[in-house]
């Protein structure tokens, strides 16, 4: 089995910066993309950013030069840095990869349980 746990959530007044952080752990083999997602309150789930095995990075326009994913294979972790929030980025963010475990051919994909971001004065 494979478990993401997502960190580094919390308040931030407005024009501040988070750095969210999300391990993986289990019997991994390798990894595919992995991303960050989002939910506010009343909304559907929207994706934020992804990066590919090869460091290609995609983001939602309303974080695009806000926001940069980035991730360390070696420590089976993906971070989201988070510059000049606003209080429409509160949500709980969610982060999900696509891991192939040992001893299997199959792509999975994981999501961990999500963390808490809170943008406010």
């Known amino acids: 089995q494979v478990q993401l746990v997502e960190s580094g959530g919390g308040l931030v007044q407005p024009g501040g910066s988070l750095r969210l952080s999300c391990a993986a752990s289990?019997?991994?083999?390798?990894?595919?993309?992995m991303g960050w997602y989002r939910q506010a309150p009343g909304e559907q789930r929207e994706l934020v950013a992804f990066?590919?095995?090869?460091?290609?990075?995609n983001y939602a326009d309303a974080v695009k030069a806000r926001f940069t994913i980035s991730r360390d294979n070696a420590k089976n972790t993906v971070y989201l840095q988070m510059n000049s929030l606003k209080p429409e980025d509160t949500a709980v963010y969610y982060c999900?990869?696509?891991?192939?475990?040992?001893?299997?051919?199959?792509?999975?994909?994981?999501w961990g349980p999500g963390t808490q971001v809170t943008v406010s004065s």
């Open positions: 999900t990869m696509n891991v192939i475990r040992r001893g299997s051919n199959s792509l999975e994909a994981y």
């Open positions: 990066i590919l095995s090869g460091g290609t990075t």
């Open positions: 289990g019997s991994i083999r390798t990894f595919d993309v």
